[in-house]
C-alpha cells in the first residue's frame, strides 16, 4: 500500500515579512559564511604580510645606513693600519733590540761619543700588561755638546727610547774642552708576545 502525500505550498499565504527574510536569509548566510571564511583570514593575512614588509622596510633601511658608512669605515680601517704599524715600527719585538744597539752606535760614533759600556738589565713587564720594558745601562765618555748632538739623535729614532739617570763626572781636560763620564740608564718597549705564537 502506498502512501501518497500531497502537499502545496502557497508562498502568497506566508506573511510579507516571513517573505522578505526568506528572500534575504541566502543572502545574509553568503555574506556571513564570506566573512568568516573569506575575509577575516585574509585580513589576518594582509596584517602578517604587512607587519613583515614593515620590518623587512626598517631592515632594508638599517643596511642602507650601514651600506653608507662602509666606504668611510674601509678609509679608516686604512688609516688604523697605516697608524698600527709606525707604531710597530716604534714598538718592535724583542729581537729589534740588536738593531737598536746598532743604532745607537752608529749615533754615538757620529756625535763622537764613545760608548765605555753598554749592560742589559733583566726585562719587566709595563703595568699596562700591553709592553715589557727593557732597561740597559750606559757609560759614555765626551763632552757636553757631543752629549747634546747624541740626545738629538735619539729623538729621530723610531723606536721609544727613554733616557733617565743621567750622572756626569770626572771632567778630564782634552785639547780644548772637558771630557766627561757619562753614567745613564735607557729603557726601551716590546711589545708583548701574543699567547700561541
Same mark, same amino acid.
Given at each position: 500500500? !502506498?502512501?501518497?502525500?500531497?502537499?502545496?505550498?502557497?508562498? *502568497?499565504?506566508?506573511?510579507?515579512?516571513?517573505?522578505?527574510?526568506? =528572500?534575504?536569509?541566502?543572502?545574509?548566510?553568503?555574506?556571513?559564511?564570506?566573512?568568516?571564511?573569506?575575509?577575516?583570514?585574509? %585580513?589576518?593575512?594582509?596584517?602578517?604580510?604587512?607587519?613583515?614588509?614593515? $620590518?623587512?622596510?626598517?631592515?632594508? !633601511?638599517?643596511?642602507? %645606513?650601514?651600506?653608507?658608512?662602509?666606504?668611510?669605515? *674601509?678609509?679608516?680601517?686604512?688609516?688604523?693600519?697605516?697608524?698600527?704599524?709606525?707604531?710597530?715600527?716604534?714598538?718592535?719585538?724583542?729581537?729589534?733590540?740588536?738593531?737598536?744597539?746598532?743604532?745607537?752606535?752608529?749615533?754615538?760614533?757620529? =756625535?763622537?761619543?764613545?760608548?765605555? %759600556?753598554?749592560?742589559?738589565? !733583566?726585562?719587566?713587564?709595563?703595568?699596562?700588561?700591553?709592553? +715589557? +720594558?727593557?732597561?740597559?745601562?750606559? %757609560?759614555?765618555?765626551? #763632552?757636553?755638546? &757631543?752629549?747634546?748632538?747624541?740626545?738629538?739623535?735619539? #729623538?729621530?729614532? &723610531?723606536?721609544?727610547?727613554?733616557?733617565?739617570?743621567?750622572?756626569?763626572?770626572?771632567?778630564?781636560?782634552?785639547?780644548? +774642552?772637558?771630557?766627561?763620564?757619562?753614567?745613564?740608564? $735607557?729603557?726601551?718597549?716590546?711589545?708583548?708576545?701574543?699567547?700561541?705564537?
Amino acid at each position: 500500500m !502506498a502512501l501518497k502525500l500531497d502537499i502545496k505550498f502557497d508562498l *502568497k499565504k506566508v506573511p510579507k515579512g516571513a517573505r522578505i527574510a526568506i =528572500a534575504v536569509a541566502p543572502a545574509v548566510i553568503i555574506a556571513i559564511l564570506f566573512v568568516v571564511l573569506v575575509y577575516m583570514p585574509k %585580513t589576518k593575512e594582509i596584517k602578517k604580510v604587512n607587519a613583515d614588509m614593515s $620590518a623587512q622596510e626598517n631592515e632594508i !633601511a638599517k643596511n642602507k %645606513t650601514k651600506a653608507a658608512k662602509l666606504d668611510i669605515l *674601509k678609509i679608516e680601517n686604512d688609516k688604523l693600519i697605516k697608524e698600527l704599524k709606525e707604531l710597530q715600527e716604534k714598538l718592535p719585538e724583542e729581537e729589534g733590540v740588536s738593531t737598536l744597539i746598532q743604532q745607537l752606535s752608529e749615533m754615538a760614533v757620529k =756625535a763622537d761619543i764613545d760608548i765605555l %759600556t753598554w749592560k742589559p738589565e !733583566a726585562k719587566k713587564a709595563h703595568p699596562s700588561g700591553i709592553v +715589557e +720594558e727593557i732597561p740597559f745601562s750606559l %757609560t759614555l765618555a765626551g #763632552t757636553y755638546h &757631543n752629549l747634546g748632538y747624541f740626545f738629538s739623535s735619539l #729623538t729621530r729614532l &723610531n723606536r721609544i727610547v727613554n733616557i733617565s739617570d743621567i750622572q756626569l763626572r770626572d771632567p778630564k781636560a782634552q785639547k780644548e +774642552e772637558a771630557s766627561l763620564n757619562i753614567s745613564l740608564k $735607557a729603557i726601551t718597549f716590546s711589545a708583548v708576545k701574543e699567547k700561541g705564537k
